[in-house]
Every structure is written in structure tokens, then in C-alpha cells.
């Protein structure tokens, strides 16, 4: 994915070795060894500038790992199976520290097309409306724009969706709404993964914000775990 997009915006790519010291260990130690020599032969066959560095320290995130200044951050989101051999604080802490968006790819998806079919999950807030702007690139481009609305009928949060529209036309995306109503029945990320809409999706687009390992994200103050699905990459904005 940090190929692609450098190679499409021309952009320098970063990459940050986030392995901990388990990642050395057993079957995993000969992959974990081919990590750095694995970048630089992508970046050659893909021509595109970039620096390799280790995070911190092994097991511990240095603040110098998001402070610098980026564009884009994407960070993994650890199966069960690799939660130990990836930093402890990512992403959670890539969402908080980075001050820019952070694509966050589950380690059980498969590489393959993404953000052509791209769903935002909107409820209106700051965190929303900043993930809006931060994914402005990636939605000029999609195929397909979805504004994933979950309320009650009593709710403003509709035609604050269809003003969002109208923005995202100025900006030429055509977008349309799939409003779900809160019966009680579903949670928010429930009816999220229920819709048809996110079904054939390849991106999802989040507003968050984190307190420990904990995000109340999408909905208000409900705290949902997208970064604990494995289905597909999420765009995330705190």
C-alpha cells in the first residue's frame, strides 16, 4: 500500500521496523531478519525515495517515531496470532501521537485492491469531519463514496450527512447515504458490517480518539473496535 501511494503522489516512504524482540524468535525470526532488505528492494523496483529506521527501542515506541512530520501514517492493526510481535502501542498510539491520518491494515487482509469502494462512517463530530478532509484524496479517486448514517428517526445526523454531500460534491466526489436506523435491535458497528454498502467495501473512513487502548469512535460516545477486524483497511483521524 506505501508503494502504491508513493508511487501514484510521488511521495518519500518511512519505514519504521516495529518488530519486538518475540519477532526474532522461532519461525518468525527469518522473515523478521529480511524486513529492512525487503524495503529497500521495494523502493528500488518501485522507484521511489525513502529511509529505513528501528522504533525506539525493542518492545517500546519513541516519540520521535510520530512526531516527524508525515503525510500518512499506516500502521498495522496484529492478528492474535502476531499481537506479540508488533509494537504493544500500535496503532493505538500512531492514531494519537501521529497528527495525521493513520490507514491502519489489519494483519489477516489479504493485499488487494482497496479504496475504490470506500464507506465513511459519519455521525457529524470533529473527529468525523476531520477523517472527511484527511481522506480527500483517497475519495477524489474512488469509484464509489458511501456516507454510512446510523441514528434514531428523530435525529439531525441525516441532513447533517446531506450537507456532507454537498461538500464532497464541491470537491468532485459524488457520494450517496445509507441511513440506518437505531431500533435497538444492532449496535453501530453491528449495523456498520450489517450494511450491504460496507459488505463490498475496501475502505472504511473513521474519525477516533483513544483513551488507553480503548476508541469511542464513529458514533458518539459508543466504543467500537474496527481495528480488531480483519476485513479490510480503516482510515483513521483523531
Known amino acids: 500500500i506505501a508503494m502504491q501511494i508513493a508511487v501514484v503522489d510521488g511521495a518519500h516512504v518511512t519505514g519504521v521496523d516495529a518488530s519486538t524482540d518475540d519477532a526474532f524468535l522461532g519461525d518468525w525470526r527469518a522473515p523478521a531478519t529480511e524486513i529492512e532488505a525487503n524495503f529497500h528492494a521495494a523502493l528500488k523496483s518501485h522507484l521511489v525515495t525513502g529511509?529505513?529506521?528501528?522504533?525506539?527501542?525493542r518492545g517500546r515506541l519513541a516519540p520521535q517515531d510520530f512526531v516527524t512530520p508525515a503525510d500518512l501514517v499506516i500502521a498495522p492493526s496484529p492478528s492474535p496470532e502476531t499481537r506479540k510481535l508488533i509494537h504493544p502501542d500500535l496503532p493505538?498510539?500512531?492514531?494519537?501521537q501521529a497528527g495525521a491520518p493513520v490507514l491502519v491494515v489489519p494483519t489477516d487482509w489479504r493485499?488487494?485492491?482497496?479504496?475504490?469502494?470506500?464507506?465513511?462512517?459519519?455521525n457529524g463530530d470533529r473527529e468525523a469531519r476531520r477523517a472527511v478532509r484527511d481522506a480527500l484524496p483517497i475519495l477524489k479517486r474512488a469509484e464509489e463514496v458511501t456516507v454510512f448514517v446510523f441514528s434514531r428517526t428523530?435525529?439531525?445526523?441525516?441532513?447533517?450527512a446531506d450537507l456532507l454531500l454537498t461538500h464532497l460534491a464541491r470537491h468532485g466526489v459524488t457520494a450517496h447515504v445509507s441511513d440506518w436506523i437505531n431500533t435497538g435491535d444492532v449496535t453501530a458497528i453491528e449495523a456498520l458490517f450489517a450494511s450491504l454498502d460496507t459488505q463490498s467495501a475496501d475502505l472504511l473512513v473513521a474519525g477516533a480518539f483513544g483513551h488507553s487502548r480503548v476508541f469511542e469512535t464513529l458514533f458518539g460516545s459508543v466504543s467500537l473496535d474496527l481495528l480488531r477486524q480483519p476485513a479490510l483497511p480503516v482510515l483513521m483521524s483523531h
Open 111 to 122: 493485499p488487494g485492491v482497496w479504496g475504490k469502494n470506500v464507506v465513511v462512517a459519519w
Open 51 to 57: 529511509e529505513y529506521h528501528v522504533a525506539g527501542q
Open 154 to 160: 428523530n435525529s439531525n445526523l441525516r441532513s447533517a
Open 92 to 96: 493505538d498510539e500512531a492514531i494519537k
